[in-house]
């Protein structure tokens, strides 16, 4: 039997609060986590990320080897995470420049659903703060001008964004659409039933 992990994902130093819930498998990359919480949490995947844990980093090593970087993301699972550093919390970090900070609890491992498919969305809270935002305070900022019609900054922040921001829409539908688009792009993990290939 497949084990899967409850990941719970949480934006740090936002409001209002965005945060994710779903299931992995254990043995899952990291390359792969990280396209996982890019769906999940809306971002684009145009920035560059790490996840840390135990005083050591992962994720896209330099390739000419000029600087000592994170370990390789793609060589490295959930699983092994779990039991090199011996913690449950993982911090990812994604965009070196707005630096969004994003804790992973690892709430519980079970063994996969039967006939559940992977990964799979248990819960979303809030929206993704747009790309290039500025982090956290810049964030603060947009929100700041987007709801302040009198702000002087009010038509740029509409101009730049495209139009209003909801920060209590999680999308869900989208997230839902795109896990299942990437499930059969990359493979199913399906416990239970005939399908049995996963890309982890």
């Not at 490295?76 to 779990?82: Q, W």
């Not at 965009?95 to 659903?113: P, Q, R, S, T, Y």
């Not at 900022?141 to 139009?163: I, R, S, T, V």
């Amino acid at each position: 039997m497949t084990l899967v992990a409850r990941l719970k994902v949480t934006l740090s130093d936002v409001e209002p609060e965005v945060l994710r819930r779903f299931d992995v498998p254990l043995k899952i990359r990291l390359s792969r986590l990280h396209e996982v919480i890019q769906v999940a949490m809306g971002w684009t995947d145009t920035h560059l990320y790490e996840f840390r844990a135990g005083g050591v980093g992962w994720g896209v090593p330099d390739p000419d080897g000029f600087y000592e970087g994170p370990l390789p993301a793609s060589k490295t699972s959930l699983l092994d995470v779990i039991e090199d550093t011996g913690t449950k919390t993982i911090h990812y970090i994604y965009d070196f420049g707005d630096n969004w900070n994003h804790v992973i609890k690892v709430e519980k491992i079970d063994d996969a659903l039967p006939g559940a498919e992977y990964p799979r969305l248990v819960r979303a809270i809030g929206a993704c703060p747009p790309e290039d935002v500025g982090g956290s305070p810049g964030y603060a900022d947009f929100l700041e001008a987007q709801f302040d019609p009198k702000h002087e900054a009010h038509a740029e922040m509409m101009e730049w964004h495209g139009g209003r921001f909801d920060p209590e829409d999680a999308r869900i539908g989208r997230i839902l659409d795109s896990f299942e688009r990437e499930r059969h792009e990359r493979g199913i993990l399906r416990d239970g039933g005939r399908v049995r290939r996963f890309v982890a």
